[in-house]
């Protein structure tokens, strides 16, 4: 089966909560604060494969969410950033923000790489909130949120295989057979008037990407 078009929801990790704690030694008696940093959260990146040829998997994956960072910890130590998550796409994607429509990016290399969704910021423990005046304070920050969206998958492709010829002389059926195209098969002229994809399993792994043209009639 060939899509060259999909909807997917992407999610960067929340950061990690800022942590309230104070020191609690047994010399120290009127230890201060000692809460540490929430870590960041996970960017989601779509990378560049250049062994990948559809959107196929984001028909059955819709939803990519980033982990979140790991919350502070006492002794003023910070959390651990999380990990980011790694969305593998093939060359010649454009990725299109469906709310406003704008071009996030068009993503043709192997191995190029974008931010799809940035992770939020990890909160500050309560270590950060000391001053002269507050020596023990008892707050501490909530981890940002991260960025969430929907995006639109469009996928640029360039055929292996064309089918040309006069119309009506089985193009279209040809693709049929071969592949999971469902092209609109007649016998009259002009039944195709655009570009039928289709992608040909040949065993092994191994795969090509065939087009069905519109026919050709002299002085159309």
């Known amino acids: 089966m060939f899509l060259d078009k999909a909807k997917i929801y992407v999610k960067g ?3 990690g ?3 309230v704690a104070f020191r609690r030694e047994l010399y120290v008696p009127m230890g201060g604060p000692a809460g540490g940093d929430g870590g960041r959260g996970g960017d989601v990146i779509f990378r560049v494969d250049e062994g990948l040829r559809t959107l196929i998997d984001f028909r ?17 130590q910070n959390g651990a950033n999380a990990d980011d998550m790694i969305v593998r796409v093939p060359p010649g994607t454009v990725v299109i923000d469906d709310d406003s429509q704008e071009i ?6 192997q191995g190029q790489e974008v931010v799809i969704a940035k992770g939020g910021r990890g909160g500050r423990g309560n270590v950060r909130f ?20 929907w995006v639109v998958l ?6 292996d295989v064309g089918l040309v010829g006069f119309p009506s002389v089985g193009k279209s059926t040809l693709l049929s057979v071969v592949s999971a195209a469902q092209p609109k098969i007649g016998a009259y002229h002009f039944t195709t008037i655009t570009p039928n994809l289709g992608v040909v399993d040949v065993g092994d792994g191994r ?3 065939m087009a069905d043209l519109p026919g050709l009639i002299e002085g159309s």
């Open 13 to 15: 990790g929340d950061g």
């Open 17 to 19: 909560d800022g942590i």
């Open 60 to 76: 059955y994956q819709k939803h990519f969410k980033a982990t979140r960072g790991e919350k502070g910890r006492n002794k003023s």
């Open 104 to 109: 996030l990016a068009d993503l043709v290399r």
């Open 130 to 149: 000391a001053t002269a005046t507050n020596t023990a304070p008892e707050i501490a920050e909530n981890g940002e949120e991260g960025k969430e969206r």
């Open 154 to 159: 469009e996928l640029k492709v360039m055929a």
């Open 207 to 209: 795969s090509f990407v």
